[in-house]
């Protein structure tokens, strides 16, 4: 099988991606695909590719791979009715061939819902697991107590606040290579979901001291914690257990009947606040890695 890359999608390639996702969320009830890799594409932003194999029934088959400084990552979904059939065999093949030739030291592969197939895949193909990500919820009917806080909780402004929020991002990020670029935040920014009014800075007096972001559409009844940040030196103050607990409120005054998050399970501090605000694991996913360039033995 030939796979060739293109590094833009739009119009009549993205509808069918759309409906490839759709059938392979009702099978694995799971998402399929992260919203960064689809923001580039849609953007053409010359750094994510996309490919794909045709079925009889639209797109039997797609795969999306993006180069950072650090590797390459990659991510493929197989419709159903076409599974089984060696088909993500050869698009995972395919993603380690492109990162390969374009520089990559690594490919890392996320296996979303951390399906046994997709994880047997991935292990014969030489990948082991590097990170999971929970998938946290809760519901919104019945909420603890907003504690006090000093902080004024402002509204983000595009035009004044893209530095303090980087620099704070920056900042809180335990690995560098996960943190977003100022392109990274742009491309979130231009979104038609983007509300300013969703994205709180936390501040104290003239100091930035955390944010918090949430996604909500009017007519879906789910709302997700997006980002949130505290920090360093504010850390172990409070200031987490405030932000998420407004979060809640913000999010059932929106007529929102559960909320969400994605915590790494590495992340232990995090793990025990949402927790002991009542949320739960619903579902996790796994990144699996392999490495490109062999390392010399010390």
């Excluded at 590094?7 to 069918?16: C, F, I, M, P, R």
């Excluded at 560098?176 to 800075?201: N, V, Y």
Aim: charged fraction near 25%.
């Amino acid at each position: 099988m030939l796979v060739t890359w293109s590094d833009h999608l739009s119009g009549a390639g993205l509808l069918e991606l759309e409906r490839l996702v759709e059938r392979c969320q009702r099978a694995d009830r799971s998402r399929c695909l992260s919203e960064e890799l689809l923001l580039r594409l849609r953007q053409g932003t010359g750094d994510t590719w996309a490919s794909w194999v045709s079925g009889a029934e639209g797109w039997a088959g797609y795969a999306q791979l993006h180069l950072t400084s650090q590797g390459a990552w990659g991510e493929l979904l197989v419709d159903p009715s076409a599974r089984r059939r060696g088909l993500g065999r050869r698009l995972l093949d395919a993603c380690v061939q492109s990162a390969r030739e374009r520089g990559a030291s690594h490919l890392d592969v996320w296996c979303f819902g951390d399906h046994q197939g997709g994880a047997r895949l991935g292990r014969a193909l030489g990948f082991s697991p590097l990170r999971r990500l929970l998938f946290l919820v809760r519901p919104l009917d019945e909420l603890p107590p907003l504690p006090a806080s000093p902080v004024c909780l402002e509204s983000f402004d595009p035009a004044r606040d893209v530095s303090a929020w980087m620099a704070l991002h920056r900042s809180v990020q335990s690995d560098p290579s996960r943190a977003w670029s100022e392109e990274d935040l742009q491309l979130r920014l231009a979104e038609p979901w983007f509300d300013p009014s969703m994205l709180r800075l936390a501040r104290l007096g003239n100091d930035t001291i955390g944010y918090l972001w949430l996604k909500h559409h009017a007519l879906q009844t789910e709302g997700e914690l997006f980002r949130m940040a505290v920090a360093p030196a504010m850390q172990g103050r409070g200031l987490g257990r405030y932000l998420v607990t407004w979060a809640l409120y913000e999010l059932a005054w929106r007529r929102a009947l559960t909320a969400s998050v994605f915590v790494s399970s590495s992340n232990e501090a995090a793990c025990r606040l949402y927790e002991g605000l009542g949320f739960r694991t619903h579902a996790s996913d796994c990144c699996y890695r392999r490495e490109l360039i062999q390392r010399a033995r010390s």
